[in-house]
């Protein structure tokens, strides 16, 4: 083998690491610039108070987190069952029909919607007949995003329940629709997975809060009202010449990250060595 | 059977099957809801997508800056990202030790985790600074005969927005190369080696061609998440409706235009606007998604295939 080849060979498998480098050096550097610039935000106020005004002492995001654990929960409320038992369909009973590949499809491919786009939706439904951003359009924006992802990743659990299982319980005269819970509690673990992804995703996302939550000074005060949330409020604060709001905005982040990658690297310590579907 | 005959199990079947028809009913409702909000300003036909002139106040609705910003700092990411994606791809298929494909594709995959505010507050208060004074100038030094690396240099602009995207499309890239490229039968790569080819060469000639459609999934999977990313855009592209030649030049996006511009929307006709930009953006990514997907199918059936043996 002439050494001109063998060099170009070592030149390009080098680049491949160069290239891994290239990719991990931002996550690294995101991860040290959001701890170290947000840490000192983060103390008791950052829990406990509203935002401050601009330019002056103190103050935190409690209003935020409270906002957005609101809607988190009631977004979930929304799209958890609703992908769980689409999925359940897509497996159990449309695993080999037209219909469910057509749902695992465009389930897919919904899933690569921009979230802005769901905002524009959910604005020109909800919003622009109430005349108001809400909690409740914030809710069901998230909701409507999670819907096609749990529906996919909880289809791709349960196909990989063992037939067997379900043969034995339709065997034993167990109806269809208890084999179906039976299998579905087989599964419960990356069902379990899969849903904690999905609210991972949600927490973090800003861009359909924005035409759907939108923003408040205050904390939660009702259903039809608009509600603070801690992306929104890093978008904001971020944006805002003020030092004082920069700084939040840092610490909003570091707990941010903490939650979102938090339950990121859990549920793959949880599952390693096992198959995950998302 | 003996039993009480009971109802349940049609209800279960047909309660699932109605809740699975969701993702079918929200596939329609996005262009139905889309398209009939931007019934006003469709009726102006192209203008809209080739005007430039973005004047709400005197109702001049032209979002070609936007469209153009869209569609440069996609192009910019997937110049620098597919490269950087398909190198870590060929990494973790072809010369990472076992032992480290798990842990190297878990980092990759938390860059798809961090939120896009983040990845836009980051960008703002940590990239963009850097680019504009230990990069920018340089580009402009050496490759500022072109004209993309000239004028003047601004830490936000549609290049530091498309590196930022960039980064983020490499998780998305990445993954799908690599199981495209691991489910190229070890058959193709042992032909090349036996032939004499170097471990490159085998790569470049049998695996990469073989994964081909894969790797194209990839790259459009990547384009339709850069095309319609918002907020970290929003926060590093400068949001101003220019069409420059320059990279370094502020520009805006379709996606930034919607999130920046909603609040302030007043008249029927500018929401309407805004509405339609959203409708380019849903039919862009719509449509890049299924393409996609379309060529994963086959991926993926030979792959689930492969897992059996």
Redesign the interface.
């Given at each position: 083998?002439n050494t001109r080849?063998?060099v170009?060979?070592k030149v390009?498998?080098s680049?491949?690491?160069?290239?891994?480098v290239?990719?991990?050096v931002?996550?690294v550097?995101?991860i040290i610039?959001?701890t170290a610039?947000g840490i000192g935000a983060i103390d008791l106020d950052f829990f406990t108070q509203l935002p401050p005004l601009a330019n002056t002492q103190g103050g935190g995001m409690a209003n935020a987190i409270q906002g957005t654990v609101l809607l988190v929960a009631f977004s979930s409320a929304i799209g958890l069952?609703?992908g769980l038992?689409?999925?359940?369909?897509?497996s159990?009973?449309?695993r080999t029909s037209r219909y469910g590949s057509?749902?695992r499809?465009?389930?897919?491919?919904?899933a690569?919607?921009?979230?802005?786009?769901t905002?524009?939706?959910v604005?020109?439904?909800i919003v622009?007949t109430y005349q108001s951003f809400s909690i409740i359009a914030g809710s069901i924006a998230l909701g409507?995003m999670m819907?096609?992802i749990v529906?996919n990743t909880t289809g791709e659990a349960l196909k990989a329940v063992p037939n067997s299982i379900r043969e034995a319980s339709l065997a034993l005269g167990v109806?269809?629709?208890r084999t179906?819970l039976l299998v579905i509690a087989n599964a419960k673990r990356s069902i379990a997975t899969a849903s904690l992804l999905a609210i991972?995703?949600i927490?973090?996302?800003?861009?359909p809060l924005?035409?759907t939550a939108g923003i408040s000074t205050l904390w939660f005060t009702g259903f039809n009202q608009p509600v603070a949330s801690l992306?929104y409020y890093?978008?904001y604060f971020?944006?805002s010449p003020f030092t004082n709001w920069?700084n939040l905005?840092?610490g909003a982040?570091l707990f941010?990250?903490i939650i979102?990658?938090g339950i990121?690297?859990g549920v793959?310590v949880l599952t390693?060595g096992k198959r995950v579907y998302a | 059977m003996g039993r009480r005959r009971s109802g349940a199990d049609p209800a279960f079947k047909y309660g699932t099957l109605i809740l699975s028809s969701s993702v079918l009913v929200l596939a329609l409702i996005y262009f139905y809801e889309l398209y009939t909000g931007s019934v006003p300003t469709l009726r102006t036909g192209l203008g809209f997508v080739f005007g430039s002139i973005w004047d709400p106040v005197n109702s001049h609705f032209g979002v070609f800056p936007m469209l153009y910003g869209s569609l440069v700092t996609s192009a910019i990411a997937l110049v620098i990202g597919v490269p950087v994606s398909l190198g870590v791809a060929i990494f973790l298929s072809e010369l990472s030790p076992i032992g480290l494909r798990s842990p190297i594709s878990f980092v990759v995959e938390m860059l798809a985790a961090v939120p896009s505010v983040v990845y836009g507050l980051w960008g703002l208060f940590v990239l963009a600074p850097l680019l504009r004074t230990d990069v920018y100038p340089y580009l402009e030094r050496y490759l500022g005969f072109l004209p993309i690396f000239q004028g003047t240099i601004y830490g936000v602009s549609m290049l530091t927005a498309g590196i930022i995207l960039a980064i983020m499309i490499i998780p998305i890239v990445a993954s799908i190369s690599r199981d495209a490229l691991l489910a190229v039968p070890d058959s193709q790569r042992e032909a090349a080696l036996a032939l004499g080819a170097t471990k490159s060469e085998a790569i470049r000639m049998s695996v990469l061609s073989y994964a081909r459609s894969g790797i194209m999934a990839s790259v459009f999977l990547g384009f339709g998440r850069a095309f319609g990313e918002t907020m970290a855009v929003t926060m590093l592209i400068g949001n101003t409706p220019l069409v420059s030649a320059s990279l370094f030049s502020p520009g805006y996006s379709l996606a930034s235009l919607i999130a920046n511009e909603y609040t302030e929307a007043s008249s029927a006709v500018y929401i309407s606007a805004l509405i339609e930009a959203g409708l380019v953006l849903l039919f862009v990514s719509f449509f890049a998604n299924v393409i996609a997907r379309l060529m994963i199918g086959r991926l993926i059936r030979s792959r689930e295939a492969a897992s059996y043996l």
């Open positions: 083998m080849r063998v170009v060979d390009l498998l680049l491949t690491v160069v290239a891994l290239a990719a991990v931002p996550l550097s995101i610039d959001v610039r069952p609703i038992f689409s999925g359940v369909y897509v159990e009973y449309g057509l749902v499809f465009l389930g897919d491919v919904l690569g919607i921009p979230s802005i786009v905002g524009v939706l604005y020109t439904l622009l409507t819907i096609p529906s109806r269809k629709w179906s991972a995703r927490t973090g996302e800003t861009a924005i035409l992306t890093i978008y971020a944006t920069q905005a840092w982040a941010l990250m979102v990658l990121n690297m793959r390693r | -």
